[in-house]
């Protein structure tokens, strides 16, 4: 079955340090991967993708993200976090080649930047 | 082009009413995907379609839910009748072939 974990409610990390939010994903087929952001009382923003070639991609805002197939993990990056990253962010999968093509959602994690 | 557009952006009834939630997609996106947020489900996906035809109404909650898409600039959501927890954020999205999803501002829902 298509599924995606986030295993971390809130990441706390200080302005400047680098920054990871986890997540992990299992589907059937072929995973296409990604990552979006949630600023309160907006809709979800898309930050970066992975669907094949450079496990490293990046994307919006300094951000970046690693796929790691053996270990099915698409972890969030960045080297240096600003207080203004703090929001709740969403890993997502689309299973290709699987049962359906359907787009579904990690359970988010809450990004906190402390100053 | 305007973006995925969703209306109405708040949305007040008494229970036992009709609800209907509105989703024009981005022009020429073949998938459309209805989710709902709440503190405790989360973003769960309701329901999405591909060319106008619905192809997974699995996370559809119960028999009061239905959603169309008649045309491929248009989709609604109905609830009928509504009930105090079918408050929560609605949102549509729409994405061309299997690339990432665009997401619509949202339908904050509220059922007294």
């Known amino acids: 079955a298509q599924s995606v974990a986030q295993p971390e409610d809130q990441v706390n990390v200080a302005e400047g340090n680098p920054l990871t939010v986890k997540c992990t994903y299992s589907v059937s087929g072929n995973p296409y991967l990604f990552w979006y952001v949630q600023y309160p009382n907006r809709g979800l923003q898309f930050l970066l993708k992975?669907?094949?070639?450079?496990?490293l991609v990046k994307g919006s805002y300094g951000f970046e993200a690693e796929f790691n197939k053996s270990q099915t993990s698409f972890h969030l990056k960045k080297p240096s976090a600003l207080v203004s990253d703090s929001a709740l962010y969403f890993c997502?999968?689309?299973?290709?080649?699987?049962?359906?093509?359907?787009?579904?959602f990690g359970t988010g994690t809450l990004l906190a930047v402390q100053p | 082009d305007a973006g995925v557009i969703q209306s109405p952006r708040h949305e007040v009834t008494e229970m036992g009413q009709e609800v209907t939630l509105r989703c024009k997609p981005i022009s020429g996106h073949d998938y459309l995907f209805w989710y709902r947020q709440t503190m405790m489900r989360g973003l769960e996906l309701l329901i999405y379609?591909?060319?106008?035809?619905?192809?997974?109404d699995s996370g559809m909650p119960e028999d009061r839910f239905s959603a169309k898409m008649p045309n491929a600039s248009f989709s609604t959501l109905k609830i009928q009748p509504s009930e105090p927890r079918d408050s929560a954020v609605y949102f549509c999205?729409?994405?061309?072939?299997?690339?990432?999803?665009?997401f619509g501002q949202g339908t904050r829902l509220t059922v007294v």
């Open positions: 999205a729409s994405s061309l072939s299997q690339n990432e999803a665009f």
């Open positions: 992975y669907i094949t070639g450079d496990n």
């Open positions: 997502a999968v689309r299973d290709i080649g699987g049962a359906t093509n359907k787009l579904i």
């Open positions: 379609f591909n060319n106008n035809v619905p192809i997974d």
